[in-house]
């Protein structure tokens, strides 16, 4: 973060401001407490910048009977917004690693998911920091992630594309350098 981080009070101001803007009247009663409401909802949108992610990747599990195949969580819905337009993002994430003598719990996969998804960014970047933190926290054999979502930006404004939806994946280790663990990727996350 760069600067000194602006007061609630004054992240409020800035709402009045954008609200004035665009042509409303921030006295009348149902304006007026939209600037803290939209602070607050902020807070929650973007709680993903106070989260650290060793921690939500500290919890292992070692007795795992040899287990070494592949570790697979579909379908993890996430809401995440876009860093150019300020507009949601909406889909889910597949998530599988190889593990190298220890697991994770699942719960950790969705929360690091929930990390990437609530700051501002592009799908792509998301799709590439979730799968560099577990290659960088877990030190797994690779990773294999999968976005895919239906982005405002196409929908709401712009082109007005509805139906259109992105896909990006970020492949490290095996599932990077051998086409074999890709298509077991594939075949699983497509099944």
Not at 40 to 62: A, M, P, Q, W
């Amino acid at each position: 973060m760069i600067g000194e981080r602006p007061t609630k009070q004054q992240a409020e101001e800035a709402v009045r401001t954008l609200l004035r803007y665009i042509g409303e009247d921030t006295s009348r009663e149902g304006m007026q407490a939209t600037p803290a409401r939209v602070v607050k909802s902020y807070d929650e949108l973007f709680s993903g910048y106070k989260v650290n992610i060793e921690e939500i990747l500290n919890t292992r599990f070692y007795d795992i009977s040899n287990f070494n195949d592949i570790v697979l969580l579909r379908s993890i819905n996430f809401s995440s917004s876009c860093e150019h337009h300020m507009l949601p993002f909406t889909g889910f994430v597949d998530i599988a690693y190889l593990p190298d003598g220890f697991v994770v719990g699942i719960s950790k996969l969705a929360r690091l998911v929930d990390a990437f998804s609530k700051r501002l960014q592009i799908q792509e970047k998301m799709t590439a920091n979730i799968a560099e933190a577990l290659d960088t926290y877990l030190k797994p054999r690779g990773v294999a992630v999968r976005v895919a979502a239906t982005h405002s930006c196409m929908t709401s404004r712009g082109t007005m594309k509805g139906g259109s939806i992105l896909e990006s994946t970020h492949f490290t280790g095996v599932f990077k350098d051998q086409a074999e663990y890709r298509r077991e990727f594939w075949h699983l996350v497509k099944g």
